[in-house]
């Protein structure tokens, strides 16, 4: 399985580069070194021809990468590294001014500058430096940072000791967070104050020793704020926007608003348009709004899809670029013409070894217990009969949407003749509000329930797959209905709720995300939930695989051993396979080659569920194998 995904990985690709000042930037995985981040200038129409490698992520093997940020005048890149539960700010000098370019060799001997406040520091499970932007080109960083009695923003200019650092803001507020970003136009910096559902946000200038506040109200958590042509653009909540003049008085005019179910998503800023990613239900929409307020959308020609909007810092051009796929539709780059709508193609991946037209795809619906309409991605192979064997994903949490994109894993299932499904539970990005976890599972269920009543699924060839909070949806449904999958494979997997959320100092946000076990409703809540307490599962529960990160401090090891011993205890005759990834974090191994491996076990483990089973039906109705 493993050489069935890298065989048609290696063979496709979308090579784009993202064009700022005189380069253009782009990532891309080596055979020999891994992730790395390059540029190049962007006059040269050869790839990789004058390539300087800035970032190689075989250097930090064991630790993650965040948050790549090249400064303005690009001459150095800051970037997060996080090892375990230590995070730290380093800034590189970059080789090459003027469009000259340093060998690899004298690059890898430049020098790097650690910025790194109370090492040993972790809130909640959170790094300790949350965030960070360039001030004036690349002389200083403005950065947030986890102390042991609050939330601090600091100034750094780099070269100078981190114990120099200004302070420019302090809270000690609990459940408070901040985080910092540079406005596309490099003018100011933008400090975000966020508490539970509110939201403040303030200004940060160049040489000043405190931010101002930008709006005298409480905002929306998911505020955002732009500076354009002397003016702010505010995204103030889900459905409004307001502009206001770039001075003192700040006095704000509604620009745009939606109804729902449609809300604003995230927004982008142009000299002559305005750029929204719009969410509506499950599917995404792309709007354009010009200097004249005349607005349109990108039209899309497909009903189960994934659409992003690329990073564009050029805030002069009037073209947008698009990453846009299906489950049988693999990757395209879209440029579209803001001034005519008109989209072109500029890349796509191509897929070698299978025949995509043998794969159908389309959104059905379900209701949920309360009546509520859920969302369903299936993609099928057409040339199987009714019904057949289903993988189930689902997430549910953090409003992070589960997006039906086109994927080689999936395809190597479709190939074996097992369908694939999403489940759009609530909690996710899909349905607006905040959910009760319970919700999630119970639209979970009706979803499965769904597709075999359809007669789409095969009730006793039933998989699920879930990561990280998605494992604990799949960990807490299985606990309340053990007979429902087959086999689950849960990654990463947050089964110790309860030991998380009473941790000291648990931000109040991820407790609203889960559950406040401070109340008798909260605590009813989670005892219906928690995946730990298995004491009514009986004798029946679907073999299990179990996969850890040994560096994983969101979902550690020793809490995923924890559950694995709960389930044998409970259910001794369980088939469990626990597995532990060494030298990988929360989001799995750095390595892309490391990456499918985890996502070859997975479909093994699906694979040879199925066909064991298959065998043992066979041989009970005295069929040869």
């Known amino acids: 399985v493993y050489h069935d995904i890298l065989r048609r990985r290696l063979s496709t690709g979308t090579w784009q580069p993202v064009r700022h000042g005189s380069y253009n930037y782009y990532h891309r995985n080596d055979r020999f070194r891994g992730a790395c981040f390059c540029r190049r200038l962007y006059w040269n129409p050869i790839p990789f021809l004058g390539e300087q490698v800035l970032l190689d992520s075989s250097e930090y093997e064991g630790s993650e990468l965040y948050s790549l940020e090249v400064a303005p005048n690009h001459q150095r890149l800051a970037f997060l590294v996080k090892t375990g539960s230590n995070c730290s700010l380093k800034v590189k000098e970059l080789a090459g001014k003027g469009g000259r370019l340093f060998s690899l060799e004298k690059e890898a001997s430049m020098p790097q500058l650690d910025v790194h406040r109370s090492p040993d520091r972790v809130h909640g499970g959170s790094q300790d430096i949350t965030s960070f932007a360039w001030e004036n080109g690349s002389a200083s960083l403005i950065y947030a940072s986890l102390e042991d009695d609050g939330v601090s923003v600091f100034r750094h200019s780099v070269g100078s000791k981190p114990s120099t650092d200004s302070r420019l803001f302090f809270t000690d507020d609990p459940g408070t967070t901040v985080d910092v970003h540079l406005s596309k136009t490099c003018r100011n910096v933008y400090m975000y104050e966020r508490k539970e559902e509110e939201c403040f946000i303030w200004q940060i200038e160049r040489s000043c020793t405190s931010p101002r506040l930008i709006y005298d109200e409480r905002l929306g958590a998911d505020s955002a704020v732009e500076d354009l042509n002397n003016q702010l653009i505010l995204l103030r909540d889900p459905f409004r926007m307001y502009i206001s003049d770039n001075d003192d008085t700040f006095k704000w005019d509604l620009l745009y608003e939606l109804s729902p179910p449609r809300r604003i998503v995230r ?35 497909d009903d189960c899809y994934s659409i992003r909007v690329l990073p564009n810092p050029n805030v002069n051009c009037n073209t947008l670029k698009l990453k846009y796929s299906t489950f049988t539709t693999p990757t395209q780059i879209w440029e579209v013409n803001m001034k005519s709508m ?120 039933i998989f699920g797959w879930g990561s990280s909070a998605g494992g604990s949806l799949f960990a807490a449904t299985a606990k309340r209905q053990p007979g429902l999958f087959t086999a689950i494979a849960l990654v990463a997997p947050f089964s110790d709720v309860a030991g998380e959320l009473m941790k000291p100092g648990t931000p109040s946000s991820e407790i609203q995300e889960w559950f406040d076990l401070e109340t008798d409703s909260g605590r009813q809540q989670f005892t219906l939930y928690n995946p730990m307490d298995l004491a009514s599962v009986g004798d029946t529960f679907p073999d299990l695989l179990l996969i850890g990160y040994e560096l994983d401090d969101r979902a550690p090891v020793e809490q995923i051993v924890g559950y694995y011993d709960r389930v044998r205890n409970a259910v001794p005759a369980a088939r469990i396979d626990l597995r532990i990834v060494p030298e990988a974090g929360h989001s799995g191994p750095s390595d892309p080659f490391e990456k499918t491996r985890v996502s070859a076990a997975i479909l093994s483990f699906f694979i040879c569920n199925l066909e064991s089973r298959l065998s043992l039906a066979q041989k009970n109705l005295g069929l040869s194998s």
């Open 342 to 461: 008109r989209t072109r193609v500029l890349a796509a991946e191509r897929i070698l070894f299978t025949d995509l037209k043998r794969f159908h795809t389309r959104r059905l619906t379900a209701s949920s217990t309360d009546g509520l309409a859920i969302s369903i991605s299936l993609v099928e192979p057409k040339d199987r009969p009714y019904p057949r064997p289903c993988v189930i994903m689902a997430y549910g949490a953090y409003g992070v949407t589960c997006e039906p994109e086109f994927s080689v894993p999936i395809l190597c299932l479709l190939e074996q003749g097992i369908s694939f499904a999403i489940v759009h539970v609530r909690g996710g990005g899909e349905v607006f509000g905040r959910w009760s976890k319970n919700q999630a599972v119970e639209d979970l269920v009706r979803g499965i329930q769904e597709l075999v009543s359809l007669g789409i699924v095969d009730s006793t060839m």
């Open 267 to 301: 927004f982008d800023v142009f000299n002559k348009f305005v750029v929204l990613y719009v969410r509506d239900g499950v599917n995404a929409i792309v709007q354009v709004i010009n200097e004249d307020g005349g607005r349109c959308e990108v039209a899309i020609p």
